[in-house]
């Protein structure tokens, strides 16, 4: 071996030490309730298709129509080659189901926070994160190299402090604070109307990510900004459409300013390949169908699984963290995190499900802190009330040791 390859062995045998070394699986079938692994089924509660859209007829067909009538690939920068149909009438429509000014989407939510945090500010300026804020930010935010504040997660005393020291835009110096409306890991909701009011009386902006909220709270699913009546007052809000939307990529939706800013600062939108516009078709399928009755229905019956999840699950609740307490408005949880602490647990667990043929990714640094390692469940409205059943019952069966 040579000694590039020896020094990479050495640091992945740190990694299996530690509990931490990860690996691919390999699926041979679309995201659903069940996933066919290695010639075994498997009841799924890893994936974030919330309202089951992943694999939605309609989400699909939208996909191979783009594909028919634009071809595989989109060629070059959006700024370079021309903007396909596909994507300004995606934008239109984020924009209309957010009731913003403009909307604009990115290859990926990664892409779009780097984009969208690195334009905006710069060495002069202060980025004031929330502790749990997913690695897109934290990175989004180490990259603009503005100065960085974390404050503790959901702790409004604590992001005044760091409000306080920053001291406000004054034209000279951008203060920018970025939170989750619903937090990846844990599931639990950040307390947006209060952060709203916060920031206005410091005069800094504010930057919601709602990756985990859209196609899921709120009126047609626009979020949690929407349920909470302060989307109006959020500069700029972000979000994927890889999640609830069923299929790939990032957006922002904003001011006309803002889009119009971004499209002329933002790099990773500058200088990247626009995604295959089947995507974005996909995507604009997924956001019509967030606003139909078809996900009117697929919302309330999230909420039953989420609620039959919590219930069955309450003599558990001392591991459920964050989570077990509540402060979003309607009560749908699809992340439902069990908190086992050591690594070496939350895999062991997550092997003992799968010999049951139940997938629940145990979660693990550097993805949630150090000794904070969980399983992660997530719920979708493909799932039955007896598939919540199943997993109910082979959780309670294990020795989770809580
Ligand atoms: C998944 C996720 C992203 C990244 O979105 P992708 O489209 O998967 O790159 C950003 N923010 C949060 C909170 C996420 O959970």
Redesign the pocket.
């Known amino acids: 071996m040579n000694h590039f390859d020896l020094e990479l062995t050495r640091r992945l045998a740190a990694l299996r030490e530690q509990n931490l070394f990860r690996e691919l699986r390999r699926v041979d079938s679309p995201q659903s309730p069940r996933l066919q692994a290695g010639g075994r089924t498997f009841l799924n509660f890893s994936s974030?298709d919330y309202l089951g859209l992943a694999n939605d007829p309609a989400v699909k067909n939208a996909a191979l129509e783009a594909i028919q009538k634009f071809g595989a690939g989109a060629g070059a920068s959006r700024l370079v080659c021309g903007s396909l149909a596909p994507f300004q009438e995606l934008e239109e429509a984020l924009a209309a189901f957010k009731q913003t000014e403009a909307a604009l989407t990115f290859s990926?939510?990664?892409?779009?926070?780097l984009g969208v945090v690195c334009a905006l500010l710069g060495r002069d300026d202060v980025v004031i994160l929330d502790k749990l804020?997913?690695a897109?930010?934290v990175d989004a935010a180490r990259l603009s190299g503005a100065k960085l504040r974390v404050f503790a997660h959901n702790d409004l005393d604590d992001l005044e402090d760091k409000l306080k020291w920053a001291g406000g835009n004054t034209g000279q110096r951008r203060v920018l604070v970025v939170t989750?409306s619903v937090?990846?890991m844990d599931g639990d909701a950040a307390p947006l109307r209060q952060m709203v009011e916060m920031k206005e009386k410091h005069g800094a902006w504010l930057m919601v990510?709602e990756?985990?909220a859209t196609g899921i709270l709120g009126k047609d699913g626009r979020g949690l900004a929407e349920e909470l009546g302060v989307s109006g007052q959020i500069e700029i809000q972000?979000?994927?459409?890889?999640?609830a939307l069923g299929a790939?990529?990032?957006f922002v939706c904003g001011s006309r300013a803002l889009v119009d800013f971004l499209v002329n600062r933002a790099r990773t939108f500058i200088f990247s390949t626009a995604p295959v516009p089947a995507a974005a078709a996909g995507a604009a399928a997924g956001v019509r169908v967030a606003q139909s009755p078809q996900g009117r229905r697929l919302r309330q019956t999230l909420r039953e699984r989420s609620a039959q999840c919590r219930t069955g699950l309450a003599p558990l609740s001392g591991a459920l963290g964050n989570a077990a307490g509540g402060n979003d408005g309607s009560g749908v949880r699809a992340i439902l995190p069990l908190i086992l602490g050591d690594e070496a647990k939350a895999l062991d667990a997550a092997a003992k499900l799968r010999e049951r043929n139940i997938f629940v990714p145990a979660i693990r640094y550097p993805t949630v802190a150090r000794g904070a390692a969980r399983l992660r469940v997530t719920l979708t409205a493909a799932h039955s009330a007896e598939d919540v059943s199943q997993l109910i019952a082979a959780l309670k069966t294990l020795d989770l040791g809580l």
């Open positions: 974030n990926t939510g990664y892409a779009t926070a804020v997913h897109c930010l989750e937090f990846s990510d990756a985990h972000m979000g994927t459409l890889g999640k790939s990529g990032g």
